[in-house]
């Protein structure tokens, strides 16, 4: 959920109301996609798929379900919206005492966490699975340096969800055998 930290501290009943209803929302379209819930931490999901497919066609419906609901919200003045990012990886994952673990799962998060509210993001690993199989187009937001990956992760948006923004020059940097230290700012 963006902005759930902040809206905790501002009113805590509100914050835990609206992630219970964000919760359901989001465990009904689950069901629905036949994947697996490996577990949440506060406000966030760590869902395993089949496919990479079904990985996306789920957040899309997810996505499409909370515009649904804030748009219902907002024209009855009833609730704060309920704004939500998704990052989808494709990768390798040790599973151990009921967890997952490791670099795909590390991918995964700094995926999600570029993203704004109301935003897909894929890498390019994912892309690659689902590009002629989707109707909206794939928005290649360049390669983005990420907190603690090593290597920089050619990063896509789902074209209609969301607002991708213009990565700033600085953040982008062309694939390249030899990898130069971005700006501290940019972490």
Not at 35 to 63: N, P, W, Y
Not at 103 to 132: K, P, Y
Not at 138 to 156: E, F, W
Request: aromatic share 4%; hydrophobic share 45%.
């Amino acid at each position: 959920m963006v902005g759930y930290s902040a809206l905790t501290q501002r009113d805590e009943a509100l914050a835990l109301d609206l992630l219970s209803e964000h919760n359901q929302l989001i465990r009904g379209v689950l069901a629905a996609h036949l994947e697996r819930e490996i577990k949440t931490v506060g406000d966030a999901f760590l869902v395993e798929f089949d496919s990479a497919l079904d990985a996306l066609r789920c957040a899309m419906r997810i996505q499409l379900d909370f515009a649904q609901r804030n748009a219902a919200k907002s024209a009855a003045d009833l609730a704060e919206p309920i704004n939500i990012r998704i990052g989808i990886h494709l990768g390798d994952v040790v599973f151990r005492e009921g967890d997952v673990f490791g670099d795909g799962v590390n991918i995964a998060s700094r995926v999600q966490s570029s993203a704004n509210a109301g935003e897909i993001r894929l890498s390019e690993d994912v892309a690659r699975q689902v590009a002629n199989k989707i109707e909206p187009k794939l928005l290649d937001l360049g390669v983005l340096a990420m907190k603690n990956i090593s290597q920089p992760i050619r990063v896509y948006a789902v074209e209609g969800f969301g607002a991708p923004q213009v990565v700033p020059a600085a953040v982008v940097q062309a694939p390249t055998s030899k990898l130069r230290p971005l700006p501290s700012s940019c972490w």
